[in-house]
């Protein structure tokens, strides 16, 4: 069946280092994979789309790789800060045009 | 300013009741969708529409009804019939249908069943 996985762990990281978030999956061949930040309580807000013939997309400090070889998109956020901290959604395309979720990982910079 | 807005933010229902949850957008998108968030899941489909007085199943439709009556409004009833409706709600819309097109959220309600 299709699947879409995220560390459901929490991601710990010290102030001005790299953040790397993983996002695999399986069963599906997506066109297409956005990122979202999700702050607690809020909705959800598009940072990043990667498109299936990209390999890399970069965004001021966010870069975004997709390997459909590997099955996989890696989300990195350089020189963290505290206010980085949230959860970070991926998702792709299923079935009829629809957006498919992660279920986040919870991204926690420490000062 | 241009956005989603969802009201309420919190909500709260005795069991056997029907509540209808809002959503207005004035971006001028055509697709809009809602979803359900429960605590370490992801957004789960519930229904979408891709034009006015036009809507369709999500994954997890049964106990649920919407109407798009208006390219702005989306409104999404939980009936009775819904087992387990205690969840934070999210709206979201975008300017087409389609993963190649970024979804914009409303800041959610939270509906809990007592």
């Known amino acids: 069946s299709q699947k879409i996985e995220q560390n459901s762990e929490a991601l710990n990281i010290q102030e001005g280092k790299t953040a790397t978030l993983t996002c695999n999956y399986t069963?599906?061949?997506?066109?297409?994979l956005q990122w979202y930040r999700q702050d607690p309580g809020r909705g959800p807000v598009f940072l990043l789309l990667?498109?299936?013939?990209?390999k890399e997309k970069r965004k001021e400090r966010l870069k975004v790789t997709f390997d459909t070889t590997l099955k996989q998109s890696l989300f990195h956020i350089t020189a963290s800060q505290p206010a980085d901290s949230a959860t970070y959604l991926c998702?792709?395309?299923?079935?009829?045009?629809?957006?498919?979720f992660g279920s986040g990982t919870r991204l926690l910079v420490r000062p | 300013d241009g956005g989603i807005t969802q009201s309420p933010k919190y909500l709260f229902r005795k069991e056997g009741q029907n509540v209808t949850l809002s959503c207005e957008q004035n971006l001028n998108h055509d697709a809009m969708y809602w979803y359900r968030q429960d605590p370490g899941q992801g957004l789960r489909l519930i229904y979408y529409?891709?034009?006015?007085?036009?809507?369709q199943k999500g994954d997890i439709a049964e106990g649920y009804s919407v109407s798009r009556e208006k390219k702005e409004s989306f409104p999404l009833t939980v009936t009775s019939a819904q087992k387990n409706p205690t969840a934070f709600y999210l709206c979201?819309?975008?300017?087409?249908?389609?993963?190649?097109?970024?979804?914009?959220f409303g800041p959610g309600t939270r509906l809990t069943v007592l």
């Open positions: 069963n599906y061949s997506p066109a297409y």
């Open positions: 529409s891709q034009i006015v007085n036009d809507f």
């Open positions: 979201a819309s975008s300017i087409f249908q389609g993963a190649r097109n970024e979804q914009f």
């Open positions: 998702a792709l395309d299923g079935s009829s045009y629809k957006l498919i």
């Open positions: 990667i498109r299936e013939n990209e």
